[in-house]
């Protein structure tokens, strides 16, 4: 139990449009989700925290209009990056955590790879 | 402040004992976890161990924490080659509404 996807693994774009990243928890019910973002050799910067049906809290510096989060379901949520730039490619991994767990375990997608040219 | 630490790289012998070691510097931390990272995928969750405990062990992996010292250490007992990847630690701070804040990764590399 407690698997997550994304959607698309990797993805390229041209700079100037938008990129929709899709985080699913396949077989529990995330009442929160979490976006991150990763550089090549580096550690997880937590970019934003989404809970079902309310808006996302995004850490300091974190642009929310240009990263559009939307967690709309309790197995659902999306990250568009808009009007990207080649400065936003990088790893793109999203958690998601269970209403009820001891351990109040985050529970990681396979990550997304934008490239942005 | 939040800020956790990790030594950047281990080698060991496959069969070996691995040990990898994190220090942090909040003591209100509720829970600390140990993640693995394979190439280009995700974050895989091995353990995790509640701040008022001082050991776990789950088959091959062993958690020791020092609350007095911040200091948290998994081993990984008769290492292989599968075992070769970047180990993350992270703590969790109910204040901070749960989020993770992560070192910076151990590499780990296991020699046949």
């Known amino acids: 139990g407690a698997v997550v996807s994304q959607h698309p693994s990797r993805v390229i774009c041209k700079s100037g449009t938008s990129v929709k990243i899709e985080c699913r928890s396949l077989?529990?019910?995330?009442?929160?989700m979490f976006w991150y973002r990763q550089f090549p050799k580096q550690s997880l910067m937590l970019m934003a925290t989404?809970?079902?049906?309310?808006?996302?809290?995004?850490e300091q510096g974190v642009e929310k209009d240009k990263f559009l989060i939307n967690h709309a379901s309790l197995t659902l949520s999306t990250l568009t990056v808009t009007s990207a730039h080649p400065e936003d490619s990088s790893f793109y991994i999203c958690?998601?955590?269970?209403?009820?767990?001891?351990?109040?375990?985050?529970?990681f997608g396979p990550g997304t790879r934008l490239t942005v040219l | 402040g939040e800020d956790v630490e990790q030594s950047l790289f281990l080698s060991v012998r496959e069969g070996d004992s691995s040990v990898i070691n994190c220090t942090y510097t909040d003591s209100s931390s509720t829970y600390l976890y140990w993640y693995k990272q394979e190439p280009g995928a995700g974050l895989q969750l091995l353990t995790y161990i509640f701040s008022n405990m001082d050991m776990k062990q789950d088959q091959r992996l062993t958690v020791l924490l020092n609350k007095k010292d911040k200091h948290l250490s998994l081993r990984i007992a008769d290492t292989q080659t599968g075992d070769s990847a970047i180990y993350f630690c992270?703590?969790?701070?109910?204040?901070?509404?749960?989020?993770?804040?992560f070192g910076g990764g151990t590499r780990v590399l296991v020699k046949p």
């Open positions: 958690s998601a955590r269970r209403g009820i767990s001891l351990g109040n375990e985050q529970f």
């Open positions: 989404s809970n079902e049906g309310s808006k996302a809290t995004y």
């Open positions: 992270a703590e969790s701070i109910r204040a901070a509404g749960n989020k993770l804040t």
């Open positions: 077989d529990f019910q995330a009442t929160t």
